[in-house]
T-cell receptor, first 108, second 114 residues
Framework: AQRVTQPEKLLSVFKGAPVELKCNYSYSGSPELFWYVQYSRQRLQLLLRHISRESIKGFTADLNKGETSFHLKKPFAQEEDSAMYYCALSTGGFKTIFGAGTRLFVKA | DTAVSQTPKYLVTQMGNDKSIKCEQNLGHDTMYWYKQDSKKFLKIMFSYNNKELIINETVPNRFSPKSPDKAHLNLHINSLELGDSAVYFC?????????????FGSGTRLTVV
C-alpha cells in the first residue's frame, strides 16, 4: 500500500539551530516526492520537488531510496520557518498522498 | 490573477442544509482535485478530475457531488450537511504530463456546520 509517514507531529527548535523533518514513504514503484508548506491560515504551497534537487528558503531534501526516506533539512532555522510541513507522494495515478504533517515551531 | 481561487472562504451553516463550494483555476491545468483537511490538519483526497472526467472518488459519501463544467472549474456540492463535514476544503490543480511540478492549491474554504 502507498503510504507517507511523518513520525513527528510537532518539532520545536531554537532559532539558528539545525532542523530535520522526517518523512518515510512506502511505494513499490518509482516515487515522485514533494514537500509542501502551510503557513498559518494560508494555502498549501509547494516547497520542494525531489526531481529538481533544488534548495528553497534554505531547505533541502534528498531522496534515499534504500531507506525510503525524503527528510527535509535546514542548517539554521528562522522564526519565519514556523509552519506546517507536509511530505507528499505522487504515484502518477491522479492522486498525491500526503503525510499527516509536522508542525515546526521555531523559538526566538 | 490568483491561480486557483475558491469561494467562499468561510461557510457557516446548519445541519441538514445543502451548500456549494466553487473552484476555478487559470493555469491551463487539465486535472483538478478536492482535498479535505480535518481538525488535526490531516489532508485527504476526495476527488480528482481530468479533462472534466471523474478519475478518483475516495469513498466519499454520496452527499458530496463534484461537478466539472469545464477543465478550469471544479465545484463541490454537499447535501444534508452533518457536523462531521466541518473541515477546511482545498481545491488544487495540476498538469497530467507534468506531475513532477506538483499541485497548486487554492486558499481553502473553512466549512463549519452547527
Amino acid at each position: 500500500a502507498q503510504r507517507v509517514t511523518q513520525p513527528e507531529k510537532l518539532l520545536s527548535v531554537f532559532k539558528g539551530a539545525p532542523v530535520e523533518l522526517k518523512c518515510n514513504y512506502s511505494y513499490s514503484g518509482s516515487p515522485e516526492l514533494f514537500w509542501y508548506v502551510q503557513y498559518s491560515r494560508q494555502r498549501l504551497q509547494l516547497l520542494l520537488r525531489h526531481i529538481s534537487r533544488e534548495s528553497i528558503k534554505g531547505f533541502t531534501a534528498d531522496l534515499n531510496k534504500g531507506e525510503t526516506s525524503f527528510h527535509l533539512k535546514k542548517p539554521f532555522a528562522q522564526e519565519e520557518d514556523s509552519a506546517m510541513y507536509y511530505c507528499a507522494l505522487s504515484t502518477g495515478g491522479f492522486k498525491t498522498i500526503f503525510g499527516a504533517g509536522t508542525r515546526l515551531f521555531v523559538k526566538a | 490573477d490568483t491561480a486557483v481561487s475558491q469561494t467562499p472562504k468561510y461557510l457557516v451553516t446548519q445541519m441538514g442544509n445543502d451548500k456549494s463550494i466553487k473552484c476555478e483555476q487559470n493555469l491551463g491545468h487539465d486535472t483538478m482535485y478536492w482535498y479535505k483537511q480535518d481538525s488535526k490538519k490531516f489532508l485527504k483526497i476526495m476527488f480528482s478530475y481530468n479533462n472534466k472526467e471523474l478519475i478518483i472518488n475516495e469513498t466519499v459519501p454520496n452527499r458530496f457531488s463534484p461537478k466539472s463544467p469545464d477543465k478550469a472549474h471544479l465545484n463541490l456540492h454537499i447535501n444534508s450537511l452533518e457536523l462531521g463535514d466541518s473541515a477546511v476544503y482545498f481545491c488544487a490543480s495540476s498538469q497530467r504530463d507534468r506531475e513532477d511540478y506538483g499541485y497548486t492549491f487554492g486558499s481553502g474554504t473553512r466549512l463549519t456546520v452547527v
